[in-house]
């Protein structure tokens, strides 16, 4: 009996080990803002103003809906997770974006819900929105979702019970 305590103190709780890091270059934030670029010129030119509205109405909808979503997930989380999470707006993460660890099965499993439940949401405003505003809404939230969606397919091979890191430069993922 003596023998199986001493080997329990060795034990060590939290370790983590760096897996995979995928780094954010700098052409990946400059696209990313270019896309945006490019849907704002698009609306400018086949709407004029009621395209430049419906921009400003697709962004700050999206990340509502985001947002939204995003707490509603983390309610049902046994433990909360909302103080790692909070607002950023760097390229290319725009948005209500984990601030600190998170693992990597609860991060999937967010986008998820993130990208169909956002399209559902958006779907519920068709009888009310014009077409320049549901463009906006639909292009906005791919483009919000987009490098997520990229580090998951990236990490497809991790395993679930890992944790996920993102920072400004790149993303790294641990494994426990």
Same mark, same amino acid.
């Given at each position: 009996?003596?023998?199986?305590?001493?080997?329990?103190?060795?034990?060590?709780i939290?370790?983590?080990q760096?897996?995979?890091k995928v780094?954010?270059?700098?052409?990946l934030?400059?696209?990313?803002?270019?896309?945006?670029?490019?849907?704002?010129?698009f609306?400018?030119?086949?709407?004029?103003?009621?395209g430049?509205k419906a921009?400003g109405?697709?962004?700050?909808?999206?990340l509502? /809906?985001?947002?939204?979503?995003? *707490?509603l997930?983390?309610? +049902?989380?046994?433990?909360p997770?909302? !103080?790692?999470?909070?607002? #950023?707006?760097?390229?290319p993460?725009?948005?209500?974006?984990?601030?600190?660890h998170?693992e990597l099965?609860?991060?999937?499993r967010?986008?998820?819900?993130?990208?169909?439940?956002g399209?559902?949401a958006?779907?519920?405003?068709?009888p009310?929105?014009?077409?320049?505003?549901?463009?906006s809404l639909?292009?906005?939230? /791919?483009?919000?979702?987009?490098? *997520?969606?990229?580090?998951? +397919?990236?990490?497809?091979?991790?395993? !679930?019970?890992?944790?996920? #890191?993102?920072?400004?430069?790149?993303?790294s993922?641990?494994?426990?």
């Amino acid at each position: 009996m003596r023998g199986k305590l001493a080997d329990q103190d060795k034990a060590t709780i939290y370790q983590y080990q760096l897996i995979q890091k995928v780094l954010v270059r700098d052409e990946l934030r400059k696209s990313h803002l270019t896309i945006l670029a490019i849907l704002s010129i698009f609306l400018l030119i086949m709407y004029r103003l009621d395209g430049i509205k419906a921009l400003g109405i697709g962004i700050t909808g999206a990340l509502f /809906i985001h947002f939204i979503i995003t *707490r509603l997930t983390l309610i +049902r989380v046994d433990e909360p997770d909302d !103080r790692r999470w909070g607002w #950023r707006m760097m390229a290319p993460w725009f948005g209500y974006v984990p601030t600190a660890h998170i693992e990597l099965g609860l991060y999937r499993r967010l986008h998820r819900h993130l990208l169909w439940l956002g399209l559902c949401a958006i779907g519920v405003f068709y009888p009310w929105a014009n077409e320049p505003t549901m463009i906006s809404l639909i292009m906005c939230h /791919i483009w919000i979702l987009a490098p *997520r969606l990229v580090i998951m +397919r990236k990490l497809r091979q991790a395993h !679930r019970n890992g944790v996920l #890191r993102i920072a400004g430069t790149d993303v790294s993922y641990y494994h426990r």
